[in-house]
Each structure stands twice: as C-alpha cells, then as structure tokens.
C-alpha cells in the first residue's frame, strides 16, 4: 500500500521481460505479507516550520513537500502481463526518503489484495472531489487512519515473519546504495537503530533480512518507522520497487541444516516432564518423571540451556514446577496456548541464537509434526526416549568453564533487557550506566578450551568461517608472526567471561580473523576491540581486515560500516578492507577497556 491518495494515477512501462518474471516469481514464492503504508518523506523533515523555511519545499496537494520527482507512480505492464503485486517508480530527489511506519503482521495474499482495492476505491472518491479544500482534508485524514491501523493491529497474530523482504529493480548500468534504517518512535525505546546498507546491482535485486536480526535493535512489539534512505543517487535514475514487506515465505521441500551441536533443549510438560496432566489430574496427582533432574543438571553443566514450550494454564505451571523444585531450571519459559511453534521461535529470539541449534521434546505425536512442518531446522525428540538424551552427540558438549555459566548468563541478560526498557535516556547512556568492561588478553594455553568452543560454536560474528581444531590453536600461539587476542567482559550485572578472539598478521598490519559471542552483541564491544586495534597499529601504516563474507555474519559486519572501512578487494566471498592512516579513529567511550 502506498500513497494513492495523493498519488492515484499508473504508467506505462516496458521492463525486461526477465525483470518482470522475477517479480511475479518472487510474489508466488510469498505466503503471507505485512500491509504497510509506503510514503515519501525527508531525511532532514522538521514540519511543518520547514515548509516555509526550506528551500526545498515542494508542496503537495494535502501541503506536505514532495521529495520525488514525480512522486510514487504506479506502474503497468500491459494487458497480457499480470504481476499482482504493485510495482512503484520512484525518483528520489536531495533528502528525498521512501518510508512507512511498521508493523510485522502478516496477511494471506487474498487479504491484501482486498485490501487494496478498498484503499483504491476510496482513494478514487477523494481525488473525485471538485474542491481542492475538502480533497486536502480527505487526504490529510486518509493518511491518518491508515497509519493508526498499522499501529493499532500491531502482534495481534501468532504468526513471526521471516523476515523483511525488498525487491528493487535497477535500470541503470552502475551499483546503486540504499541505506535500511528501522528505528522506534518512543524514545524511551530509541535504542540503537537496525541499520544496513543495500548495493543494488544493475538488473533485479532481492534481499530478504531476517527478523531475528531486526528485533535485535528494535523493540517489534511498540511503534517503529522504517526508511530507506539512497546515498547519491541522481534524481534522473528511477528505482522501481516491488515487495517491501515482511514476509513469510512458503515452505520449503528440503530440509534446512542444523547445527552440529544443540544449544538449548526445549521441553513440553505434560507427560514429558511428569506423567500426568496438570489440568485435568491436578498438581498433586503428577508425578515428576525419574531422571530427569539428573538430565536436566547435566545438560546444564555442559552449558546447553533448558527452556519450555508447553500448552497450559502459565500460572499453574510455574507452580508446579516451583513445587517440585525445578523451576530454575528453565530460561525463557513459554507457556501460552499459543502453536508450540510459535513458542519455540520467540524462545531462539530470546536467546539470539538460530533455530538450528534447538532440540524440541514432547511426547504428542501431534505437536512434533506441527513443528516439524513449520521448524525442520530444529531437532526432534519423542518424550518417550528422554533418558537417551545425554548420549546423544549432538548433546555432547565440553563442559567448560564458561559454558557452566551459560545459564547465569542469561538471567544476567533478563535484567539487563528489564532495566534498559525501563531506562528513560538514549541507548548510548544505558549502556554507559552498565560499566561493560573489555578485558584484552594475549592468547594462552589456559584459553585454549574456551577459544576451541567459541570457534565450534560462533555462527553470526565470525568473520573468518573458520573451525580450528585444538592443534591449530596451539600453531597460532606458537606463530611468532601473528598477534593472537582473547576477549573477556563483564558489567556490573555479571561476567561474560570469554566472548571473542582475534588475530592480526603483524607483517601485513591485517586482522585475519575476529569471532565474538552472540551474548555481547549490540553492546558495542566489538567497536571498543576494533578501536583498540587501531590505534595500536595504525602508527605502522593503513590497517587491513580481511574476512569471508556469508549470509549469517553480513548483518555482524556492518560494524566495518561503522568505522567507514574501504572496501578495496571483494573476490568471491572474501573481502577485503582499508582504514587508511591518516583518518580520525572513531570512539564513542562507551566500553571501558583494560589490556592484560
């Protein structure tokens, strides 16, 4: 949905053939879609004062300033091709910003199509006002009850997208950058804002950025806005946009990967956890299930976190599990009536972790198929074979220090999420009020363990995609030409402990590989190590970093954005990265660093 209350009228527009199929492919592989309101706006907006203050007010019908050239126009491709979603042209002008306010609820197709033609039909009515008065104020009103819709229908469904997907045709014969930024409209919730750049290649382009990346800098569940926002693009070159939604896209036939290792085991209670069923036996009639502290204390020990995913009453549970004494046992625990799919998805949102290191136990043959259907990436266990669990290999974890302590962390991080909700100054300050400090170690034998696990464990910030083996760790220690760096932190609601390693190659003033937790993201630790490296090594030239680019570290690597590395080499996967010499090292002293 866009502005077609303003702008109502469609073009005519040949566009390849090739270019036209992929829109209609792209619609075709979409199950359900979010009914957002797409409009123009300005990058440097402050109206209404700016429209008799800025030189380049342009005004519109309803007296809001136009920032594309002949603002959204709606094109058709003719009477023999059908693409059911729209296709909009736009022409960006100076500060000129294609935005809406957000909202992740997803609709079938159907729904939508209905509701375009409403919007439509009623835009039609409007524009067939003879007085431009009364048109202006049908306008004025139209936007605003669009917007209030999107607001007020927002989490109403159980349905979590897969993401926010954007397709963008670019007819020009050179890449074309547009910057993603989504951000809260509460400024208690301003955090830091979901930003990431999009190189649009000549020809069609498709992205589709996971939601589990968005909700890591968004509060999805209160008022956001979503921009994009072109960096010097000429108001001459069109883009022609088609879905800009979230999206959850229609199952697939394979099967997608899971991990090697589980890191958390999701359970069901009833018949699971205990024999019996907590509504309709009654608590004292249960019975706790045998074993099954043992299994869930050395599951923890091994730092494989535990957590529910049950169909109950949620109050009559915790009170169950708090009287059979269990009940600190479990982080995150969902107990709703909600689908167990649903359940399973909030919990790896919870953690930050991917949905292919979570194994599901339930003893309903039912309720393992619905996830199955909804989740294959996730592991399935029949309640009946519990007490194989701990001899499973994919449940075979080291136990280390820092993996016993998983669990703590995690309710370290609740109160940290409860006390920065409820912090009423920027995100910056919160994190300042947190005393983060980054401990900054050269590599010892003594870390060797912990860096092995990191290495086997970290998906979304490593920058190398390696796997080293406890041998290679011992070579890179002894390798007098390289700078091996291990990274702790803590704050003042508990110790992290070991969350990232790196290594320069001295020689060649290059950093090779950099991998952290997923625990310390968004908390600007890696900002505070790669400032460090650089003032460290900068006085030796221009600074490299080389890393290996794939789908789950790109939304990691915008840190390199934030420091304004060039990109000088990109072959295949591998990038590689220039901070010349001469520039000002940025450094937000956030994050106390201390090196050891």
């Given at each position: 949905?866009?502005?077609?209350?303003?702008?109502?009228?469609?073009?005519?527009?040949?566009?390849?053939?090739?270019?036209?199929?992929?829109?209609?492919?792209?619609?075709?592989?979409?199950?359900?879609?979010?009914?957002?309101?797409?409009?123009?706006?300005?990058?440097?907006?402050?109206?209404?004062?700016?429209?008799?203050?800025?030189?380049?007010?342009?005004?519109?019908?309803?007296?809001?300033?136009?920032?594309?050239?002949?603002?959204?126009?709606?094109?058709?491709?003719?009477?023999?091709?059908?693409?059911?979603?729209?296709?909009?042209?736009?022409?960006?002008?100076?500060?000129?910003?294609?935005?809406?306010?957000?909202?992740?609820?997803?609709?079938?197709?159907?729904?939508?199509?209905?509701?375009?033609?409403?919007?439509?039909?009623?835009?039609?009515?409007?524009?067939?006002?003879?007085?431009?008065?009364?048109?202006?104020?049908?306008?004025?009103?139209?936007?605003?009850?669009?917007?209030?819709?999107?607001?007020?229908?927002?989490?109403?469904?159980?349905?979590?997208?897969?993401?926010?997907?954007?397709?963008?045709?670019?007819?020009?014969?050179?890449?074309?950058?547009l910057g993603l930024v989504i951000r809260n409209d509460d400024y208690k919730y301003s955090k830091i804002p979901f930003q990431y750049k999009l190189d649009l290649k000549p020809g069609y382009n498709k992205e589709l950025i996971p939601f589990t990346e968005i909700v890591k800098r968004i509060k999805a569940n209160v008022s956001y806005r979503i921009n994009l926002i072109p960096e010097k693009i000429d108001r001459d070159i069109p883009l022609y946009f088609g879905i800009t939604e979230f999206v959850k896209l229609k199952e697939h036939t394979y099967t997608p990967?899971?991990?090697?290792?589980?890191?958390?085991?999701?359970?069901?209670?009833?018949?699971?956890?205990?024999?019996?069923?907590?509504?309709?036996?009654?608590?004292?009639?249960?019975?706790?299930?045998?074993?099954?502290?043992?299994?869930?204390?050395?599951?923890?020990?091994?730092?494989?976190?535990?957590?529910?995913?049950?169909?109950?009453?949620?109050?009559?549970?915790?009170?169950?599990?708090?009287?059979?004494?269990?009940?600190?046992?479990?982080?995150?625990?969902?107990?709703?009536?909600?689908?167990?799919?649903?359940?399973?998805?909030?919990?790896?949102?919870?953690?930050?972790?991917?949905?292919?290191?979570?194994?599901?136990?339930?003893?309903?043959?039912?309720?393992?198929?619905?996830?199955?259907?909804?989740?294959?990436?996730?592991?399935?266990?029949?309640?009946?074979?519990?007490?194989?669990?701990?001899?499973?290999?994919?449940?075979?974890?080291?136990?280390?220090?820092?993996?016993?302590?998983?669990?703590?962390?995690?309710?370290?991080?609740?109160?940290?999420?409860?006390?920065?909700?409820?912090?009423?100054?920027?995100?910056?300050?919160?994190?300042?009020?947190?005393?983060?400090?980054?401990?900054?170690?050269?590599?010892?034998?003594?870390?060797?363990?912990?860096?092995?696990?990191?290495?086997?464990?970290?998906?979304?910030?490593?920058?190398?995609?390696?796997?080293?083996?406890?041998?290679?760790?011992?070579?890179?220690?002894?390798?007098?030409?390289?700078?091996?760096?291990?990274?702790?932190?803590?704050?003042?609601?508990?110790?992290?402990?070991?969350?990232?390693?790196?290594?320069?190659?001295?020689?060649?003033?290059?950093?090779?590989?950099?991998?952290?937790?997923?625990?310390?993201?968004?908390?600007?630790?890696?900002?505070?190590?790669?400032?460090?490296?650089?003032?460290?090594?900068?006085?030796?030239?221009d600074f490299y970093v080389k890393y290996k680019f794939s789908e789950k570290n790109k939304f990691s690597a915008q840190v390199f954005n934030d420091f304004d590395f060039e990109t000088i080499k990109q072959q295949g996967d591998l990038r590689e990265l220039k901070f010349g010499k001469e520039r000002e090292i940025p450094n937000d002293q956030i994050i106390i660093t201390v090196k050891k």
């Amino acid at each position: 949905m866009y502005e077609t209350e303003v702008y109502l009228k469609t073009i005519q527009e040949n566009l390849p053939q090739q270019v036209i199929d992929e829109f209609a492919k792209t619609y075709d592989e979409v199950k359900l879609m979010s009914f957002l309101h797409w409009t123009e706006h300005c990058v440097e907006c402050s109206m209404p004062s700016c429209f008799t203050t800025c030189d380049l007010y342009s005004p519109r019908i309803d007296g809001k300033c136009q920032r594309f050239v002949n603002g959204i126009e709606n094109v058709q491709f003719g009477q023999n091709i059908e693409v059911h979603q729209k296709v909009l042209k736009i022409k960006f002008k100076k500060w000129g910003v294609y935005a809406t306010q957000g909202n992740s609820e997803l609709y079938k197709k159907i729904e939508i199509q209905k509701l375009l033609n409403k919007d439509y039909n009623l835009s039609k009515l409007i524009h067939l006002s003879p007085s431009g008065y009364i048109k202006k104020k049908l306008i004025q009103k139209r936007y605003s009850v669009k917007k209030n819709n999107i607001i007020n229908n927002q989490n109403k469904g159980v349905e979590i997208p897969d993401g926010f997907l954007i397709e963008i045709y670019n007819p020009c014969n050179e890449i074309l950058r547009l910057g993603l930024v989504i951000r809260n409209d509460d400024y208690k919730y301003s955090k830091i804002p979901f930003q990431y750049k999009l190189d649009l290649k000549p020809g069609y382009n498709k992205e589709l950025i996971p939601f589990t990346e968005i909700v890591k800098r968004i509060k999805a569940n209160v008022s956001y806005r979503i921009n994009l926002i072109p960096e010097k693009i000429d108001r001459d070159i069109p883009l022609y946009f088609g879905i800009t939604e979230f999206v959850k896209l229609k199952e697939h036939t394979y099967t997608p990967k899971r991990a090697k290792k589980v890191k958390c085991v999701v359970w069901d209670l009833d018949n699971t956890i205990w024999n019996g069923i907590l509504i309709e036996d009654g608590l004292k009639a249960l019975k706790l299930k045998e074993g099954i502290v043992d299994i869930l204390t050395q599951l923890e020990k091994r730092g494989i976190i535990n957590s529910i995913s049950s169909k109950n009453n949620f109050d009559l549970a915790m009170e169950a599990l708090e009287y059979f004494g269990i009940k600190d046992f479990f982080v995150h625990p969902k107990i709703s009536w909600f689908p167990k799919s649903k359940s399973i998805k909030e919990i790896a949102l919870n953690f930050n972790i991917d949905l292919n290191t979570l194994m599901f136990i339930d003893d309903s043959k039912f309720e393992r198929r619905e996830v199955q259907e909804i989740l294959p990436q996730v592991r399935l266990i029949d309640a009946a074979n519990y007490k194989t669990l701990l001899n499973l290999e994919e449940l075979k974890v080291a136990i280390t220090r820092d993996g016993a302590k998983r669990k703590a962390f995690y309710l370290n991080e609740e109160k940290r999420k409860q006390l920065s909700d409820d912090y009423e100054g920027e995100y910056f300050e919160f994190l300042k009020s947190c005393n983060i400090k980054l401990e900054i170690n050269s590599l010892q034998e003594i870390h060797f363990e912990r860096v092995y696990e990191l290495a086997q464990r970290t998906n979304q910030m490593n920058f190398s995609g390696n796997r080293y083996t406890k041998n290679d760790i011992m070579d890179i220690y002894k390798n007098k030409d390289l700078s091996s760096y291990v990274l702790k932190c803590s704050d003042k609601f508990g110790d992290y402990g070991i969350v990232g390693f790196g290594i320069v190659e001295k020689k060649k003033n290059r950093l090779i590989d950099l991998m952290f937790s997923c625990r310390i993201q968004s908390k600007r630790v890696e900002h505070a190590f790669l400032n460090y490296i650089l003032e460290y090594y900068i006085k030796f030239g221009d600074f490299y970093v080389k890393y290996k680019f794939s789908e789950k570290n790109k939304f990691s690597a915008q840190v390199f954005n934030d420091f304004d590395f060039e990109t000088i080499k990109q072959q295949g996967d591998l990038r590689e990265l220039k901070f010349g010499k001469e520039r000002e090292i940025p450094n937000d002293q956030i994050i106390i660093t201390v090196k050891k």
